[in-house]
């Protein structure tokens, strides 16, 4: 796997290390598709057993909210088949990996370790507004072409 993908997988896991207060169903939902999809993209295929280890849950407990996925029509499964993305799942697993990846420019900018960084990102990304994040995405674009302000600020 590409080391990019490993690292989002891994904080994704960590992220479900234990049962964070404040998780809400809909950021479970979310973090399913994207490791769903991270895994797609790499293998060309999602298990249940790597679901369930990236997810922190049991397989049985995997195999239930993919049904209930299913049902939702976020993807198609059929047991022992495979696992695929429906275009309403594709799209909502790159829209929060999009909030992901500018999340994280920003922390970095801030100065937070990479590692620190993903992690804070894993657990907020599911709760900001798309308004939210297409300000900070400006402000990322400002900073970087303002090179001085952003010396002064790490000079700080
Ligand atoms: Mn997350």
């Given at each position: ?18 049962e ?20 797609v ?9 790597d679901?369930s280890?990236?997810m ?8 239930k909210?993919?049904?209930k ?7 198609e ?55 939210t ?24």
């Amino acid at each position: 796997m590409k080391k990019k993908n490993i690292e989002r997988l891994e904080s994704i896991k960590a992220a479900h290390r234990s049962e964070r207060i404040g998780s809400s169903s809909s950021s479970r939902v979310e973090d399913y598709l994207e490791v769903i999809s991270e895994l797609v993209e790499q293998k060309g295929y999602a298990t249940t057993l790597d679901i369930s280890r990236y997810m922190n849950v049991s397989a049985p407990s995997v195999t239930k909210m993919l049904q209930k996925l299913d049902e939702d029509r976020y993807l198609e499964y059929e047991k022992y088949q495979g696992i695929s993305l429906t275009s309403k799942g594709s799209n909502l697993a790159d829209g929060i990996r999009q909030k992901h990846k500018t999340l994280l420019e920003f922390f970095e900018i801030l100065g937070i370790d990479h590692e620190i960084a993903n992690q804070d990102v894993e657990g907020i990304e599911h709760h900001l507004n798309p308004k939210t994040i297409k300000q900070l995405r400006k402000f990322i674009t400002f900073l970087k072409s303002n090179p001085t302000i952003l010396t002064n600020f790490k000079n700080l």
